[in-house]
């Protein structure tokens, strides 16, 4: 790689800077993006979009440039997805007062989020198949963007996109564009329709804690906190300085992951090992993460690695691949879907609110509403969507929701990229029809296991009553 390759590649990363701080800035000025809580690193991408070459064309950006924009979120993905183990703990400590976990409502929980991707992942190729009925040519795997930028978010269209491009899918940029644009009409009616969701479950007595809706703090709307003895600590300083920087251990732990996944997969192609050469780095990146955090553990110095400190990391190689992903989407592509995806879409956001709200209202034991509010955040955004909900009906986190809603989001994200691989084989060799079909079977063993678990409750509590 040359210097001016190098120096290319610096450029186009301070042309995403300069619009990611645009984005803070009119986050924190425009009162309809406080409002929508929306992300600076999503009106950041959309303004760059609509300037640049492939909107109005106001800003000269080169072709060189935009290949580096297209490419970065499923390059960015890698590490992010890698870090997800590294600090992964089985919860917090603390009772409900502290908004510990409580353990009876965690299995539930996870069994909740787990359906509403099972059943995204149907209602996507459902629209899929009425469409290709219709008459429109579709992509094989156009519908998978609905669960993808639901239950994923912005930052997982690079995955998605990283996992189309593996296999040498020639559309996977259209898909990754696809997919930037469910997460965003997701989270806007995710956040639309939850705080209107909270503000009808107040008025009429169904929120736990909340008795009337309350007005969201002003530093949660603009995007800062402007008393700095208010302003949270990112973490803990595990390493001296003198030795290393605390973010440059973390940040060296996650990279030399990924470093010896590309080294697996290689030698996995070299050899031409069947099905395994054929699963993407960010699968190895994952497992070799969970090797390599159980062996810090085993080695009792788990205490070097902080989970705030990670997420800082994972989290601001989100905002760039965001901002990124948003400035290259290919318009003209999109565009020819854009009927189905707005089907695809509205389908998404009825099956996820009315899964959320009636699953936690039949199978949890307390705090229904509140455990509800926060998977359909998180199904149709991000964790921290579904924690901004789950703040406005619980400001002070007094219920137990909090530590179950993060347990049981932690093992459902585990689980969703061990499905994503066998969910994509499926897309490309066996077609839509039976994507609904195994994600109906998922949907299916979740709701047994719901019923199962239910049963098991009850009879435990049943038998305590009676000792007593």
């Known amino acids: 790689m040359t210097n001016a390759l190098f120096q290319e590649l610096l450029f186009s990363l301070a042309f995403l800077s300069v619009f990611l701080l645009l984005g803070t800035f009119l986050r924190a000025k425009v009162k309809w993006f406080q409002k929508t809580f929306m992300p600076a690193s999503v009106i950041g991408g959309f303004i760059a979009l609509i300037l640049g070459p492939i909107g109005l064309k106001l800003i000269p950006v080169p072709e060189s440039w935009m290949a580096i924009f297209s490419l970065l979120p499923g390059i960015l993905i890698v590490p992010i997805v890698a870090s997800v183990p590294l600090g992964l703990s089985l919860g917090s400590k603390g009772g409900k007062g502290s908004g510990g976990a409580d353990s009876k409502d965690?299995?539930?929980m996870f069994l909740i989020l787990t359906f509403i991707v099972g059943i995204q992942?149907?209602?996507?190729?459902?629209?899929h198949v009425i469409f290709k009925g219709g008459g429109m040519d579709l992509y094989e795997t156009f519908g998978w963007e609905l669960t993808m930028g639901f239950s994923g978010g912005h930052g997982t269209a690079g995955l998605l996109g990283n996992m189309l491009k593996g296999m040498n899918i020639p559309y996977w940029e259209t898909a990754q564009g696809v997919g930037v644009t469910t997460a965003t009409i997701g989270i806007l009616g995710g956040i639309l329709g939850g705080i209107a969701l909270i503000n009808?479950?107040?008025?009429t007595g169904r929120t736990n804690i909340l008795d009337k809706p309350g007005s969201i703090p002003q530093h949660i709307q603009v995007g800062y906190q402007t008393d700095v003895n208010k302003q949270a600590s990112i973490?803990?300083?595990?390493?001296?300085?003198?030795?290393?920087?605390?973010?440059a251990f973390h940040s060296?732990?996650?990279?030399a992951a990924c470093g010896l996944a590309y080294l697996i997969l290689h030698y996995l192609k070299l050899y031409k090992v069947p099905v395994l050469s054929n699963i993407s780095v960010w699968g190895y990146s994952i497992i070799v993460m969970f090797g390599v955090w159980n062996a810090m553990v085993k080695l009792k110095i788990d205490y070097l690695v902080d989970s705030k400190v990670?997420?800082?990391?994972?989290?601001?190689?989100t905002e760039i691949?965001?901002?990124?992903?948003?400035?290259?989407?290919?318009?003209?592509?999109?565009?020819?879907?854009?009927t189905p995806i707005i089907a695809m879409s509205i389908l998404g956001l009825i099956v996820t609110f009315v899964s959320a709200i009636y699953l936690s209202k039949k199978y949890l034991s307390e705090y229904r509403f509140e455990h509800a509010i926060a998977a359909i955040g998180t199904s149709t955004g991000v964790f921290l969507t579904g924690l901004l909900l789950l703040r406005i009906c619980d400001p002070e986190f007094e219920s137990p929701v909090l530590g179950n809603y993060s347990i049981a989001y932690t093992f459902n994200s585990v689980l969703g990229f061990a499905l994503m691989q066998f969910y994509v084989g499926i897309m490309l060799t066996k077609g839509a029809m039976n994507v609904i079909i195994a994600s109906g079977i998922q949907v299916l063993i979740c709701l047994v296991g719901l019923v199962i678990y239910n049963k098991i409750k009850r009879s435990v509590k049943?038998?305590?009553a009676e000792a007593n």
Do not use: C, Q
């Open 106 to 108: 965690i299995v539930p």
């Open 121 to 127: 992942y149907m209602a996507g190729f459902i629209i």
């Open 200 to 203: 009808w479950a107040a008025r």
């Open 235 to 247: 973490g803990r300083e595990t390493t001296n300085s003198s030795s290393i920087d605390t973010f």
């Open 252 to 255: 060296a732990i996650i990279l």
């Open 310 to 317: 990670k997420s800082k990391i994972s989290g601001s190689l």
């Open 321 to 338: 691949a965001v901002v990124a992903a948003i400035a290259s989407l290919p318009l003209k592509a999109i565009l020819a879907y854009i």
């Open 462 to 464: 049943g038998e305590v």
